[in-house]
């Protein structure tokens, strides 16, 4: 009998999916456990499994079709089954009986069944005793497993976790690397969603050789030469069309102001020099000149909080958390992981935080509420050499820092040319809720604490 997958709720904040890709075609046998489709949560992409074997008979939407979450995607059958439009009914008929009949035993007799789903889909798991030792043997995740059990009420047996483990553990672009750069992936430890290997798993197994080779066969797809295709388009859809919707809700509802000012970073190179060491071996991180920014720029918040705002209707709220969002370019947009109470985190903490966040964006496991909830935004450019430019202000927040290269300059000091570290700062600030003096003051605090590090911590 036919089956309806729908869409399921990938994170707390999730409230509808937006389709990237099927992995399958409308007749093409897919197996259990198999990823199916790319959703995208917000300007998060994440593969979804089949719930089933069987043949994909329907699909309920194609790429850039935004979906609610537990509504209809795909019915998956048997080859040649007839496929009447079976969530259609499975939603709207319970609903209409419900309304016209109304007997409140027949409605206690469904609900616990309407309930389950929700539950099974967010993540929870019914498993035997047996299924959970192995699956702590077999290095199985087993909240992977939510709704792919075949025991009495869908709960997993021993025997399901066995099969996960034994089935693909790696994704389609993980094992297409594997293939291309001769990485066997069964000898890998995924870090993927469920243990599944990664495009970044294959990638830190590959030799040297073999990854220089790979890169050297996808520069000229990656950037081609002038005069040699340079025509041609691009979808506006997916993780571009989110990004562009957000930055165009940005310019048309907040009147934006941007501030420049150099700080002289001579100071600040020669203090992540001094605990570079240390702090890497006594915590296990690498301090970053983003690092100390983050931890600066957190420290100034609470000397002017107005910049921790937004509008909610008539009112300017000033929010009492700091939760510091750090832009991260990953392939085909970008996306700004979030690290809660930043001020009240230590320098090697607000490290491990960014680290982690930026891995687990680009590996695709990052998660909605790990982007969610931001009161300031930092954008870095510095890497690309960028030295002045405009952030544009995450929608609901009141400003936003821009970072740019650290350039050895020739500045007087003392009535004396002297070379020092010099790096620009550009704040694009919300002129709804900040004028632009405290603007000013806000960003020569930044500029005072990265000038003079060691206040940053009194």
């Known amino acids: 009998m036919a089956i309806v997958m729908n869409m399921p709720r990938l994170g707390e904040t999730m409230e509808e999916g ?122 199985v995740d087993i909240s992977a497993m939510a709704g792919k059990g075949t025991g009495v009420d869908g709960r997993v047996t021993e025997a399901d976790v066995q099969a996960f483990a034994k089935s693909g553990k790696a994704t389609p672009l993980a094992a297409k690397m594997a293939k291309d750069l001769g990485v066997d992936t069964s000898t890998l430890k995924g870090t993927g969603i469920g243990g599944k290997v990664t495009a970044a798993d294959v990638e830190a197994k590959a030799p040297k050789a073999a990854k220089k080779e790979a890169k050297a066969e ?68 690498r301090i970053s000149f983003t690092d100390i920014i983050v931890k600066a720029v957190a420290r100034a918040i609470l000397d002017f909080p107005i910049i921790n705002s937004c509008i909610d209707g008539k009112m300017i709220v000033i929010n009492d958390h700091v939760n510091i969002g750090v832009a991260t370019a990953i392939e085909g947009g970008l996306i700004v992981p979030v690290l809660k109470d930043t001020d009240s985190m230590s320098l090697p903490e607000i490290s491990k935080a960014i680290k982690e966040m930026a891995a687990k964006a680009r590996s695709g496991k ?6 969610a909830g931001g009161t300031f935004s930092i954008s870095n450019l510095g890497a690309y050499g960028v030295e002045s430019f405009n952030p544009v202000i995450n929608p609901g927040q009141a400003a936003i820092l821009g970072v740019c290269a650290i350039v050895k300059k020739p500045v007087v000091v003392d009535d004396e040319i ?41």
């Open 18 to 139: 937006t389709i990237i890709k099927w992995f399958k075609k409308v007749g093409e046998e897919v197996k259990k456990g198999e990823p199916l489709l790319e959703v995208m949560t917000d300007k998060v992409n994440l593969e979804v499994e089949s719930d089933a074997d069987g043949v994909l008979l329907k699909v309920y939407g194609d790429t850039d079709d935004v979906i609610p979450v537990y509504e209809p995607m795909c019915v998956i059958g048997a080859a040649g089954e007839s496929v009447e439009d079976a969530a259609s009914d499975k939603k709207e008929e319970p609903k209409a009986e419900a309304k016209a009949e109304a007997p409140k035993a027949e409605v206690k007799a469904e609900t616990p069944k309407a309930a389950e789903a929700p539950k099974a889909a967010a993540g929870r798991v019914f498993a035997s005793p047996a299924a959970k030792r192995v699956a702590r043997e077999l290095g």
């Open 218 to 285: 996808a520069a000229p797809a990656a950037a081609p030469k002038a005069g040699a295709g340079i025509g041609g388009k691009l979808p506006y859809a997916g993780m571009r069309k989110a990004v562009g919707q957000n930055m165009l809700l940005s310019k048309q509802t907040s009147p934006h102001v941007t501030l420049n000012m150099e700080v002289d970073m001579t100071n600040c190179v020669s203090f992540r020099k001094q605990i570079l060491d240390g702090v890497q071996e006594t915590y296990g991180v």
């Open 366 to 371: 990052i998660m909605p509420e790990d982007y």
């Open 418 to 458: 002297k070379v020092r570290s010099m790096m620009g700062l550009s704040l694009s600030f919300d002129h709804r809720i900040v004028d632009g003096a405290p603007a000013a003051q806000f960003l020569a605090a930044i500029k005072k604490y990265l000038e003079s590090p060691y206040m940053i911590f009194m």
